[in-house]
Every structure is written in structure tokens, then in C-alpha cells.
């Protein structure tokens, strides 16, 4: 049996990297995120991991800027 291991090393993102073995394909079950808007209308989507998903989801910035002040939602996207 494959060391477990090897099927989770890490590779930089935008890298085609991968064992000749692997395949890769797009995410389709979503992102769990906070959508946060403040009083003074910024925006911010983070993922459950801290990072920073605003800019990959202009639709979503857009329609939380229609929130009332202070808002937070927590979903999947």
C-alpha cells in the first residue's frame, strides 16, 4: 500500500505539480465562509480558515452590500 502521506503533500498553489498518478478536479460542494459587512460599508468574505476569499467573489461583495450595518452571515457558498 502507497504510504498515506504521499497523497497529501503539499503543492504551491497554481502549480501542475502532481504525482504522474493523481488526478485533480474543481471543487463543486463549496466553500464554508463568514461574510462580514461593516458600518462603514467594507466587505469582507473570509474561509473557515482565516483566508481571504473577497475578490474570488465580486457577486457576493455586491450583494452584501445591501446588509444592514454590522452584519455577519456564516454559509457555504
Do not use: N, Q
Not at 502507497?2 to 460542494?29: M, N, Q, T
Not at 480558515?49 to 452590500?65: K, Q, R, S, W, Y
Request: glycine letters at 10%; aromatic letters at 6%; zero cysteines.
Amino acid at each position: 500500500m502507497e504510504d498515506a502521506h504521499h497523497a497529501f503533500d503539499l503543492v504551491p498553489v497554481g502549480s501542475d505539480a502532481r504525482p504522474p498518478d493523481h488526478a485533480a478536479e474543481p471543487k463543486w460542494d463549496g466553500y464554508r465562509a463568514l461574510v462580514g459587512r461593516w458600518a462603514d460599508g467594507r466587505v469582507l468574505i473570509r474561509s473557515r480558515a482565516g483566508g481571504d476569499l473577497t475578490g474570488a467573489f465580486p457577486e457576493i461583495v455586491a450583494a452584501a452590500a445591501d446588509l444592514p450595518d454590522d452584519t455577519a452571515l456564516d454559509g457555504v457558498m
